[in-house]
């Protein structure tokens, strides 16, 4: 829907049975970034995706 996305990921493993939590993310100010915007104001209004994507 918006082309190739660059992210960036941490993983911090958890105790539980080889569980690990994974949160991804993007650089601050890059084309990735614009273009994950996208998709987030389809389902939020232009506040909350600032406030999360800040």
């Known amino acids: 829907m918006v082309g190739t996305l660059h992210l960036t990921y941490e993983a911090l493993e ?3 049975d080889g569980l690990a ?16 915007r996208l998709p987030a ?4 209004s232009d506040s ?7």
């Open 14 to 16: 958890l105790p539980a």
């Open 21 to 36: 939590l994974l949160a991804y993310g993007t650089e601050p100010g890059s084309d990735s970034e614009d273009k994950l």
């Open 41 to 44: 104001s389809w389902a939020a």
């Open 48 to 54: 909350d995706v600032t406030d999360v994507l800040s």
